[in-house]
């Protein structure tokens, strides 16, 4: 099992910046694939970015393409997600995804990452 843990969530004025943190822990952590989502409410979760084990492959939701950046610590097995230039629209609950691969690639359908954190809020106002 994998466990997550999200952090780094809060309020913030539109055209600001935050930044979440996940960190994956447990006995069967090895090669992981990871990722953001977000959920507002009364909306479906979407896909915010996603990152392969490497680091070196990176995708991202067009909502939010040159606005956010997605990194992780490999070493440690912590993602980041650095929110620049945030708009009230960016409001929701989000929440770190990853998976175990045996490839360097990046996933982007919530259905291919089995195991969640229990999210955190980001309330961007206006």
């Known amino acids: 099992q994998v466990q997550l843990a999200e952090s780094g969530g809060g309020m913030v004025q539109a055209g600001g910046s935050l930044r979440l943190s996940c960190a994956a822990s447990?006995?069967?952590?090895?090669?992981?694939?990871m990722g953001w989502f977000r959920q507002a409410p009364g909306k479906e979760r979407e896909i915010v970015a996603a990152?392969?084990?490497?680091?070196?492959?990176?995708s991202y939701s067009d909502r939010v393409k040159g606005r956010f950046t997605i990194s992780r610590d490999g070493a440690r097995n912590t993602v980041f997600l650095l929110m620049n230039r945030v708009n009230p629209e960016d409001t929701a609950v989000y929440y770190c995804?990853?998976?175990?691969?045996?490839?360097?690639?990046?996933?982007?359908?919530?259905?291919?990452?089995?195991?969640w954190g229990q999210g955190t809020q980001v309330t961007v106002s206006s």
């Open positions: 995804a990853a998976r175990q691969v045996d490839r360097d690639t990046t996933y982007v359908d919530s259905y291919e990452y089995p195991y």
């Open positions: 447990g006995r069967t952590v090895g090669i992981l694939a």
């Open positions: 990152i392969s084990w490497s680091g070196s492959l990176t």
